[in-house]
Structure formats: C-alpha cells, structure tokens
C-alpha cells in the first residue's frame, strides 16, 4: 500500500496512464488490436442508466421536433456534433471537403433559419447521409444506404448519430494500422517513461515482481550450470553436483535470473499467485501460451507412447501419425491441464481404434488384449504431471522455447528438439509469439 492516502483526482490520473499505457501495449504486441465501443451487460445498472438517459433525450428531441412550431434546440447541437464528427473523418489533404462541410453545416447559420422557421432538415440529413457514404469504409456501406428510407427526422437523427459513432472507431483503427510501425518504433521509450511515472506515484506497487524475481534468483544460484527451461531442473543430478554447491555463492547474472523468471511462467499455477506487476497486460498472452505447451506437450507424449509400442511400421504408414495427432488436439481442445485425465481416457480409446484400424489394413495381427490394455494404461497416465515421458517431452519443449527468449532472439533449426517432428510447426509458432512477448517485456 502507498504511504499516504491519494486523492480522487491522483486516483483518476493512474487509471487513465494505466490505459493509455495498456493501449500502447497491445499496438505493439497484438497485430489485431482494435478498440472497440464500450458495452455494458445488458442487465448492469450502467447499461439501465445510459438506456434511460439515451430514450430521456431521444424522446425530448422527438416531441421538440413534434411540436408546432418545432422547436429546434437539441437538433441543433445534434447538427453541431454530427459537424464534428464528420469533420473529425477528413484527411488532411480533404481540403475542399473540409470547406463544403463547413459551409453546408454552418450552426451559426442553421440557428438562424430555425430562427426564422426556415431551417431545412430533410435537406441537411440528405447532405449528411452523401458525405457519410463518401467517407465510410465499405463495411459500413449498407449501413449508410439504409438510413436512406428514414422518414421520421428524430430516428434519422439517432441512426446517423449511431453510425457516425462507427465510422469514427473504424478511422482510429485504421490510424493505428497504418501507424503501427512508427508506434512500434517508439512503444518501448512511452512505456518506460509511463511505467515510472506510475512507479513514482505508487513506489511499493512492485512486491509481486520482486517475489518472482528473488526466486528466480535463488534458482539460478542453487543450479548455475544449469540452463533456464524448466524450475523442476533444480532436482537434477547436476543440480546437486558439488561444483553447483561450491558456486552458489556465486550472484547470478541479471540475464540469467530475467530467463529464468520468464520460463518459469510456462509453470505458472493458477490461482495460486498473482503475477507479476511488469507482466499483468501480457498475463492473458502467456497463459494462452501456457495452455498451449501444456497441450503440445500431452499431443507428443501420446504420439511417443504410441510409436514406442507399435514400432516404425506401423507409425510410418500414410497419415497415421497425423490422425492420431489430429484426434489428440481436438479431444483437449479448450480444457485446462485439470481435465487432461477425462481427456486421455477417450483418447487412449480413439488411439486404440486407429491402432487396430491401420493394423487390419496393413494385413498385420491384431494387438493382444494385453497390449491393448498396456497402450491406453500409458496413454491415460500420461495425465500424471510426473510420468517420465511426459515429463522429458516437457523439458524437451521449454528448453526449445528458451532459445526464443534470449536477448538476440536467435534460434535455428538444428536446434529442434528430437522426437518432436510431428509438433514442430505449432511449437515454432509457440516460440515466436513467446520470445516476441518476453523480448518486448524485457526491453
């Protein structure tokens, strides 16, 4: 907690730079960032208060337009907005756009022939709706023409000033795209200034961060000789060798601890801790990261179990090791590492089918009972977390993705980890959004 108490105000501050700063974030990170529209719950009192104060001033703006004479005063400042926002669309070089408008929508103007009982609605509403469908992009295309069968001015009004309200959030986005490289240029130098600027005002916010890191640390120290990829590694034969005891002494490097922090989130338990402060806007990224090594993993155990008992014949057969793969990936599509069991039960089932299958086909003898029930015993145990062709095929993979978080990013193919050709497409693709999160955290 701070020392002292802040004000609203100070409050308001931090969550605002707490915004800009995720924004920031996510352009850099998320090549399909896009801001969207606030929405509320349909049921959440936010939602009942805005739905009342919208049907309030859409309803006062029908009955002033109702009236005889009509009363023009919210029209106007709906015209006045309606100004802006088209105005707000332009391009620099709309020069002569930019003056039609100007000149078609002049309040000033307008309020007077309200004034004078000679204002033209229906004439401003068809000048809007032309320039709409000059400026919208072409997904908002049918939307435009069908505000054209509009008669009531009132709904024209409330479905122009909607749309419009669209056609804004597709110009920022298409600002951010075209932008994105001149931003990514730049995202590192605006994230550090905003993250100090937040770290001065709340100067203890950083105990979760400190806690990962001062275990990392001592990791690194009790194993030296040992490279990041895996936290169980500090349980290996050479983890316990008297040079490692001799050096632990030793302060680890900085690079070494960050890897080591990083790879330890792909084991990060969840809702046992928080993570880290300098990691939060990027937590949802790693965890589906997480959940994919945790899936990459089970597929490979299962395919090297699998080969381990049916031999090279079977397993080089056209397609079968893609089957097999297949039905894996979609058996443990979208669970969490908590429902692997239920998961390899039927898929040590659907193994044992295709198994038999291919046999049959290949004009080989059928698997005796015992080696059936031999294949999806060790298919299902695959779901204990400490199996040991589990637990090789996991070291396998964090090593793997290790060489994506180093500070140069280098990685090759002759780097790729034996028996895991049957994932290696999915895995390198792990690997680059891995390392390109880490080496943006870590900058």
């Keep these: 907690s701070p020392p002292q108490a802040l004000s609203m105000n100070e409050l308001q501050q931090i969550t605002d730079d707490i915004s800009k700063l995720t924004i920031a974030h996510e352009i850099a990170l998320n090549s399909d960032f896009k801001l969207q529209a606030a929405s509320f719950s349909p049921k959440s009192l936010e ?18 337009l109702s009236a005889s004479p ?9 015209l006045q907005e309606i100004k802006e926002a088209l105005l707000s669309l332009l391009l620099p070089r709309h020069n002569q756009l930019r003056s039609q408008i100007e000149e078609a929508l002049d309040v000033e103007l307008i309020r007077q022939e309200a004034e004078h009982g000679a204002l033209d ?38 479905e122009i000033f909607r749309v419009l309200g669209l056609m804004k959030m597709d110009m920022l986005n298409f600002t951010i795209q075209s932008l994105r490289t001149h931003l990514q240029d730049h995202t590192v130098q605006y994230e550090q200034k905003k993250f100090q600027d937040l770290l001065d005002k709340l100067p203890n916010s950083l105990d979760r961060t400190r806690e990962w890191l001062c ?24 983890a316990r060798s008297p040079g490692a005891a001799s050096s632990s002494a030793t302060v680890p490097s900085l690079t070494s601890v960050l890897n080591r922090g990083y790879m330890n989130l792909l084991c990060w338990e969840p809702g046992q801790k928080e993570y880290p402060e300098t990691l939060v806007m990027d937590q949802a990224r790693l965890q589906d990261i997480q959940a994919q090594v945790n899936q990459l993993t089970v597929i ?41 069991e239920e998961a390899l ?29 031999s294949l999806k015993g060790q298919i299902k145990s695959i779901a ?14 964090h090593s793997f993705l290790s060489l994506f978080i180093s500070p140069d990013g280098q990685n090759s193919q002759k780097d790729f980890p034996k028996g895991l050709d049957p994932i290696q497409e999915e895995l390198l693709e792990v690997g680059r959004r891995f390392g390109s999160v880490i080496h943006h955290n870590r900058q």
């Design 345 to 373: 039960e039927e898929i040590s089932d659907q193994v044992l089918q295709e198994v038999c299958r291919t046999l049959s086909q290949l004009g080989h003898a059928a698997f005796t009972t015992d080696k059936c029930a």
């Design 47 to 64: 939602n009942r208060v805005k739905e009342t104060l919208h049907k309030a001033f859409w309803d006062s703006l029908e009955e002033q």
């Design 300 to 340: 490979a155990a299962v395919l090297l179990v699998t080969s381990g008992m049916c031999g090279s014949t079977l397993c080089g057969s056209p397609g079968f090791v893609a089957r097999l793969k297949r039905v894996t990936k979609v058996l443990l599509e979208g669970l969490s590492c908590t429902r692997y």
């Design 215 to 238: 275990k990392a640390a001592a990791e690194v120290s009790a194993s030296p000789s040992q490279p990041p990829p895996h936290p169980a590694v500090s349980g290996s034969p050479a």
């Design 121 to 158: 609605i229906h004439g401003l509403t068809v000048y809007i709706l032309g320039t709409m469908a000059r400026l919208c992009a072409p997904i908002r295309d049918e939307e435009v023409r069908g505000l054209q069968s509009l008669t009531d001015p009132a709904q024209l009004l409330r």
């Design 384 to 397: 204990d977390k400490g199996n040991a062709v589990r637990h090789v095929i996991e070291q396998r993979i």
């Design 70 to 78: 009509p009363d023009y005063t919210r029209a106007i400042q709906l």
